[in-house]
Antibody, heavy 119, light 107 residues
């Protein structure tokens, strides 16, 4: 059974960079059939897709966040990562990683990690 | 961006009830519409993709219908484990967007 697990600091200061890693187990991140994505959900609000990455390193992002997002993949560790720069309180959210199939649905998700932006 | 609107935002129902949740897209998404279930502290779970295709392992009491802009998720007989939040997601065009969610509560 494929499992995804987010990890990273739960508290980030304003103007700093949020960094999260997603570790994939039970399957290979190098599969040619899937992208690997990041989605977030601010408290009491809906879900927002941040961006997705292919095992080759090819990425595509939500234009609303593109200027602040960097994604990378480490196939040797079966992990992919997200960096979001210049964070503000509006970036406080539960951050999820997920596998994105060729039909572009998110078919496996991590349980999410809360990141709070506060001084 | 394609806006996804779900209704209702919450509902109360009893075990055994038939429950219907609606998702409307701001423009046609063809059949590229997916439904997920979300429980507090748990990983969201894909239930239905491509409007009506049941994800492997999902009980047959869940079904999806619709195309274009209007879609429906139906739970034919609500079970105790179905009390959760349900959200739709369009996979027609990037940026991928989600409905705001429908919380199904115990009556």
């Amino acid at each position: 059974q494929l499992q995804l697990q987010e990890s990273g600091p739960g508290l980030v200061k304003p103007s700093e960079t949020l960094s999260l890693t997603c570790t994939v187990s039970g399957g290979s991140i190098s599969s040619s059939n899937y992208y690997w994505g990041w989605i977030r959900q601010p408290p009491g609000k809906g879900l927002e897709w941040i961006g997705s990455i292919y095992f080759s390193g090819s990425t595509y992002c939500n234009p609303s966040l593109k200027s602040r997002v960097t994604m990378s993949v480490d196939t040797s560790k079966n992990q992919f990562s997200l960096k979001l720069s210049s964070v503000t309180a509006a970036d406080t959210a539960v951050y999820y990683c997920a596998r994105q199939s060729t039909s572009w649905c998110f078919d496996y998700w991590g349980q999410g990690t809360l990141v709070t932006v506060s001084s | 961006d394609i806006q996804m609107t779900q209704s209702p935002s919450s509902l109360s129902a009893s075990v055994g009830d038939r429950v219907t949740i609606t998702c409307r897209a701001s423009q046609s998404v063809s059949s590229y519409l997916n439904w997920c279930q979300q429980k507090p502290g748990k990983a969201p779970k894909l239930l239905i993709y491509a409007a009506y295709t049941l994800q492997s392992g999902v009980p047959s009491r869940f079904s999806g219908s619709g195309s274009g802009t209007d879609f429906t998720l139906t739970i034919s007989s609500l079970q105790p484990e179905d009390f959760a939040t349900y959200f739709c997601q369009q996979s027609y065009s990037s940026p991928w967007t989600f409905g705001q969610g429908t919380k199904v509560e115990i009556k």
